[in-house]
């Protein structure tokens, strides 16, 4: 017990043995750099492969042999509007079984500490912006993504009723949308940064004639639309050009505004938040914490910075058939500014640092 209060005051420390859940992910692994720099030896993972963690037995098994000290829940079934709409029994069902059976199980195994990652999605549809933590079930949520924000609404609950019944230290962080290296780059599921970055790409290649690095990039990030083939010119067959004005097409009238952050920014929030005394959560204080940069950009802005950093000098278009989703969605970061966190990467910065992964050899 005395050693149990003295690991209380210090909530984290290079000596603990963490257990990071999702380290392949683009968070996860962002969060594994992190730890490293700031000198913890001994992170614990395991790949889907290893551990399925919508398999109770299993992970059951895992914390019963592994002594973790912290768990940080990054692993998700996780995508874009399409990925939402097209599968939202896997959404549900993955999403609560992953949270359901590590929550459960890290706190039968004597775990006292947690970091569940949630997402901004949580929030009404019409929730007043920005954001506030104090939003959360005020108001029907997108019908879109609703499986998947339901389930990461019950991570949060979870987290809150295990404090409450057994005195553990379960948080959660609610980020933002997120970019940066190990993006999801694949056109049919990826989000506005990644699918941006790549569409211009695309078009810079079109437009300097380089069919043979499209194809390299076909082969390393995935199929290219037949959408995006006709806006760049692209042979079906990715054989050659059929025209040369390669255009980029994007979706909605380019009006609506989002707010970016970088996922070193995020992975450096996870482990501030880690490191917080459970004071801060202590009822009726919100048990979780909106991770963003406070400040929202319209996608038209964010295509244009984007086309000047891939080097794309041709024609943007916006097509006001498609939907524009809601017109605005801003977190509040209030409260993890006054709890001494915040964000050090420009939105040009780290989109220059995305690029360069998205460049770099496979
Ligand atoms: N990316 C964003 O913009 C964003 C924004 C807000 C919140 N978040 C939250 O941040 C967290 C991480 O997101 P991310 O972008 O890093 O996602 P990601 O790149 O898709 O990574 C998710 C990881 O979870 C693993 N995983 C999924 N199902 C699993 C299972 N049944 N058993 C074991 N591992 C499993 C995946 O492994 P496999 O690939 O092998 O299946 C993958 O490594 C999620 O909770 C997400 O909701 C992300």
Redesign the pocket.
Known sequence: MAEESVKETAMLAPTMRIYV??H?????AAIIRRLERSGFAHIVTR??AE????CQADVREFFRTEAIDYVVL?????GGIHANNTYPAEFIH?NLM?EANVIHEAWRAGVRRLLF????CIYPKFAPQPMREEDLLTGILEPTNEPYAIA?IAGIKMCEAYNRQYGTCFRSVM?T??YGP?D?YHLDNS?VIPAMLRKYHLARLAAAGEVEAIRRDEARYGAIPADIRAAIGLAPDSSRLVHDRPQVVLWGSGTPRREFLHVDDMAAACVHVMGLGQDVFAPPAPSFLNVGTGHDITIRETADLIAALVGFGGDTVFNPEQPDGTPRKLLSTDRITALGWQPRLSLQAGLADAYRWYLSPA
């Open positions: 859940a999702g392949r992910g683009m968070v996860g790949t889907h551990l399925d963690l919508i990054a692993a998700a079934r996780v993955t992953i990652l949630g997402s901004s990461k980020p949308n997120l190990g999801n989000h």
